[in-house]
């Protein structure tokens, strides 16, 4: 069978172009129950699924956040809309980092701007951080479609064919991971910085 990587390039950039962020203003002004929190979250993240019986948030989660000082406790059976930014911010990262390292990363969130006690609200830390990402998609979407020219130029001594069109999906998919891996090890060596200071 003939592998289409043209469309999947094609596929890729288009989930790059519809790639938002939840605007501090989305999110209710009120506090909110568990059950509305994960509600919320799962109405919010539907798309970045990649199975549709995935859970973005459950209460179970909410509860090892809490436990393992991810996220501050909730007042009353309330969290706060800084509760909510604090769990976006851990939903994207516990794709890549582990809880202690995202403890690490949001310890000065917690402590700092949580609750409103500093002049900059942690709303507006969330936002400008969205912005600055934001404008790094198209950025992104070069360096897939470079990563992607590259693959299709490897493994020139095989006839064209499956086995060819195979070898350099792989290509491409070594060349995305290789880039994943070695920002992985930037944003650890980083952390390992912020720990050792406050050892």
Known sequence: MKINTNDILNSILE???HVDYIRPEEIPNIDLYMD????FMDEHFSSTKRYSEDRVLTKTMINNYTKNNLLPPSVKKKYSREHMLLLILIYYFKS????KDI??????????????ESSVQLADI???ICEMEKARIEPMKDSVREA???????????????????LRLFAFICSLSFDVYLKKMMIEKIIDELAAKED
């Open 36 to 39: 509305q929190v994960t509600t």
């Open 148 to 166: 992607y020219e590259k693959s299709q130029s490897a493994f020139k001594n095989l006839a064209d064919g499956e086995e060819q069109d195979e």
């Open 96 to 99: 890549i980092l582990s809880i």
């Open 15 to 17: 989930s790059l172009d």
């Open 103 to 116: 403890e690490t990363v949001l310890k000065p969130l917690r402590e700092k701007y949580f609750p409103n």
């Open 126 to 128: 969330y936002k400008e």
